[in-house]
């Protein structure tokens, strides 16, 4: 670990609403040292996940943990952008966070949004502020397109399109229920981690609210989204929610006709 644990920082913000950004980092050393400014410059503390980046990527972060801050985790064995968040959520814990940012390393989400996203969770704490991407022309149209069967599963699996993009890496978590779950059941560890959460944190009645935020591909050209693996991965875990929906079946219509 380094950094100050400087989270009370956030002084602007109520005594009670502790935030702490979280930014899970594999071999993106190009980019995030911009993202990392740009958290500081919005106030914010932050938490480097290192997901077994390889060496100039891990100096790159050592570096950047030695600012006022900047706080580091290092996994020594790459566990997925799911396995990242997931050591991300308990550490944040551990120094004292009550909510937790998340943005993605490769600079595709602007930091000047940061302030936003937070007043609109310290305005309602128990809620998930979530990112719904207005994007540029730099996003890939195969993945734009391919994005939109991943939310027609989740709006089925939720019997509600409260959740509008169920893959934007910038979201803010209310902790306390984000521990729950994760001790309670397992979520999916790469690139399917950001849709199974979301969607089982609803099904805990977790309100979602979204905010619509630019979106740009991404800053450094490094992306770790594997065509194959991850659309198999993502597929198998439409399938296991697809019957957890069943199971809430009940539960699910009578929230939604309430």
Known sequence: MAGSPSLASSASIAMAFRPLVVIPVYDHE????????GVRAAGQAC???????????AAVLRDLARG??????????????????????????????THVLQIDADGQHDTRDIPRFLAAAAAEPDAIINGAPVYDASVPKGRLYGRYLTHAW??????????????????????????ALIEA????????F??????????????????ATPVR?????????????DNVRISRMHT???????RRLPWLLARKWR
């Open 154 to 179: 989740v709006w089925i699996n939720t019997l509600s399109l409260a959740i509008r993009d169920s893959m934007c890496g910038f979201r803010a978590y209310p902790l306390a229920p984000v521990l």
């Open 68 to 97: 006022d801050g900047v706080h580091l985790l290092r996994l020594d064995q790459n566990q997925g952008k799911g396995g990242a968040m997931l050591a991300g959520f308990r550490e944040a814990a551990r120094l004292g966070a």
């Open 185 to 192: 059941e397992p979520i999916g560890r790469r690139m399917d």
């Open 217 to 229: 591909y991404p800053s450094d050209g490094v992306s770790h989204f594997d065509v194959w693996r």
């Open 240 to 246: 296991r929610l697809f019957f957890g929906m069943l």
């Open 194 to 211: 950001d849709p199974e959460i979301i969607v089982r944190l609803y099904w805990r009645g977790v309100p979602v609210r979204n905010l």
């Open 30 to 37: 190009h980019a995030i040292g911009a993202m990392v400014e």
């Open 47 to 57: 938490l480097l996940v290192d997901d077994g980046s390889r060496a100039s990527c």
